[in-house]
């Protein structure tokens, strides 16, 4: 896994019209986030230390899921270029209610449409979640919401993630 450096650069590009981490001379983080998508275009702007400790929260939260590292890495990267993303509109009718549940900063959470999907809870307020979906979603309409996309909605509409901790990971 990589590790987040003051030496890592958020950009945008206009050729291929991304919000781009340059991550070395060799290595760049090309966002799925268009310039239609986002709020500022940010020109040699460095990885902040509240980015980086972000980064380290995201991944911790993750590897509940036993994700691939690459996969864990595209996702972090990802949660990482949401302060860059317009905020959304409500889609919560597009979910079914969720359990009583707070969400906090970095969980991972399950989201229900006609389909269920992971989700990890961008920031939060008094009654919404800003989400990264984690997978392709169905929603309660029909609609296919894609993979990596940041939305919107009310609290109630996602539920905890419950897993079971394994014996190696407490010890």
Known sequence: MLRPSERWFWTYCNKKDRLLLD???????????????????????????????????????LQQLD????VRLELCLTALCAPFVQQQAHKSWYFQQG??????QFDVVTMRGLSSQYALVLSTDTECANCLLLGEITTLAGKVLPRLQIIRVLANRISSLKTTVSYRQIA
Do not use: V
Not at 26 to 38: E, I, V
Not at 46 to 59: H, K, R, T
Not at 99 to 104: I, L, S, V
């Open 67 to 70: 994700l691939p590292a690459a």
């Open 99 to 104: 359990q009583q549940y707070e969400p906090a």
């Open 23 to 61: 991550i070395s001379d060799k290595a760049q983080f090309c966002s799925p986030f268009a310039q239609s998508q986002l709020i500022q275009q940010p020109q040699k702007q460095p990885l902040s230390m509240a980015e980086a400790q972000a980064f380290w929260q995201i991944d911790e939260s």
